[in-house]
């Protein structure tokens, strides 16, 4: 069974810091995807990133940055320089890899992050 | 560019009454899933369908039922409401090979 953990509820950084978000992934696949999405208090589900178990490169997109490592099953999730904006709840989500018929996500509980002015 | 359209964004419903939720994905994707978020919850998988099968079923009640369509557009039908109901309730889309899922922005539905 796939399992998404993310050790961290809540954390609340000042602006301008940077915050790391964890997680941690369980999976007897050997090919999956890995998600993060961003939940802002109006609700919607944005997309962040999406990464394949073969691609363990870390990209950086702007202020996001995000760190895979197989070795440890983590998909580590960083922002720089925080801003308020950033607020929100983050989740980290886990899929199997098949053609369409059953690659429903697994979610983490999720990160409430608060950045305060 | 088309995103995922859910109707409607709000439902009131009080306790036993019926509620359907609908799913309108982005055009030329053949899989829809369901996800159920209660407050404070992360999202939970209930249902999907590819090419108008049942593909996947996850932790959804028997009171619940969904089907998607001819032209790939699903409804969520939900009976006996009752309160533990009350939730976010996300569609989303994904093509055949491809697994990035697109999100709908979601029906909010409160039973009272």
């Not at chain 1, 050790?7 to 978000?21: F, R």
């Not at chain 1, 073969?54 to 580590?76: A, H, L, M, P, V």
Request: glycine share 6%; hydrophobic share 30%.
């Amino acid at each position: 069974a796939q399992k998404v953990t993310q050790a961290q509820t809540e954390i609340s950084v000042v602006e301008k810091e940077d915050v790391t978000l964890d997680c941690v992934y369980e999976t007897r696949d050997t090919t999956y995807y890995l998600f993060w999405y961003k939940q802002p208090p109006s609700g919607e589900l944005v997309f962040l990133i999406r990464r394949n178990s073969f691609d363990e490169q870390n990209e950086i997109s702007g202020r996001y940055s995000w760190n895979f490592q197989k070795s440890t099953s983590s998909f580590n999730f960083t922002i720089t320089a925080s801003q308020v904006v950033d607020s929100a709840v983050y989740f980290c989500a886990l899929s199997e890899v098949s053609p369409g018929a059953n690659s429903k996500l697994t979610f983490g509980k999720g990160i409430t992050l608060s950045v305060r002015p | 560019a088309a995103g995922v359209i859910q109707s409607p964004r709000h439902l009131i419903k009080e306790k036993r009454e019926t509620a359907t939720l609908k799913c309108y994905p982005i055009p030329r994707h053949d899989t829809v899933y369901w996800y159920q978020q209660g407050p404070g919850q992360d999202p939970q998988f209930l249902i999907s369908f590819y090419e108008k099968m049942q593909s996947d079923k996850g932790s959804i009640p028997d009171r619940f039922s969904a089907q998607q369509f001819s032209d790939y557009h699903s409804e969520l039908n939900m009976s006996s409401l009752e309160l533990g109901d009350s939730a976010l309730y996300f569609c989303a889309s994904s093509s055949e090979g491809y697994n990035e899922q697109f999100f709908g922005p979601g029906t909010r539905l409160t039973v009272l």
